[in-house]
Nanobody
């Protein structure tokens, strides 16, 4: 599975961004898709995930109510809408996919920088 993430950039605190992750078509289903992030000098952490049907979602406590994950199966793409961004959201965001219970595939990462 190949994953291509995009949509990162520089945004002011309180602003919004939408990340996209396009997956190779033939293996898009029945994978769980998700987002992780890694801030400078910190370990990679889970952000959000969606089951393959796009009906079961999980979020890290730190982003609940601000971030929304969604899937478009017709486009083989998963999105992460990020609102009310904070400086602590600054990180490289990675798209990942895999069978339930295993994050087997990773995209290249996209940088999100939130200025205060």
């Amino acid at each position: 599975v190949q994953l291509q993430a995009s949509g990162g950039g520089l945004v002011q605190a309180g602003g919004s961004l939408r990340l996209s992750c396009a997956a190779s078509a033939r293996t898009f289903r029945p994978l769980v898709m998700g987002w992780f992030r890694q801030a400078p000098d910190k370990e990679r952490e889970f952000v959000a995930s969606s089951d393959w049907s796009g009906s079961i979602f999980r979020y890290a406590d730190s982003v609940k109510g601000r971030f929304t994950i969604s899937k478009d199966n017709a486009k083989n793409t998963v999105y992460l809408r990020m609102n009310s961004l904070k400086s602590e959201d600054t990180a490289i965001y990675y798209c990942s996919a895999g069978p339930p219970g295993s994050w087997s595939f990773w995209g290249q990462g996209t940088l999100v920088t939130v200025s205060s």
